[in-house]
């Protein structure tokens, strides 16, 4: 829970981004997720989804980690 409420208390990064650091931090880091799930989880686009990912990983909060299937591996940094 205390690392949700850094992703929460972030100030540098706007409150889409937080949905998705939320979401995926909930997701066991060993699970790959596609880009339609994260969509779904977290009520967003599928463009949207992939521009804040590439904003975070941008970023360095977000390792993602491509496997070369429509899943990848995400790691949250905070």
């Known amino acids: 829970m205390e690392e949700i409420h850094k992703i929460i208390e972030r100030e540098n990064i706007t ?3 937080k949905i998705l650091l939320i979401v995926l931090k909930v997701i066991p ?3 790959p997720i596609s ?7 977290t ?3 599928r ?4 521009s804040n990912l590439k904003m975070l990983e ?8 491509r496997n ?8 949250v940094k905070i």
């Open 47 to 50: 463009q949207t989804v992939v």
């Open 15 to 17: 409150s889409t981004q």
């Open 29 to 31: 880091e060993n699970k």
């Open 68 to 75: 070369g299937t429509s899943t990848n591996l995400y790691k």
């Open 43 to 45: 009520s967003l686009t």
């Open 35 to 41: 880009l339609t799930d994260l969509s779904f989880y």
């Open 58 to 65: 941008d970023a360095d909060l977000l390792q993602v980690i």
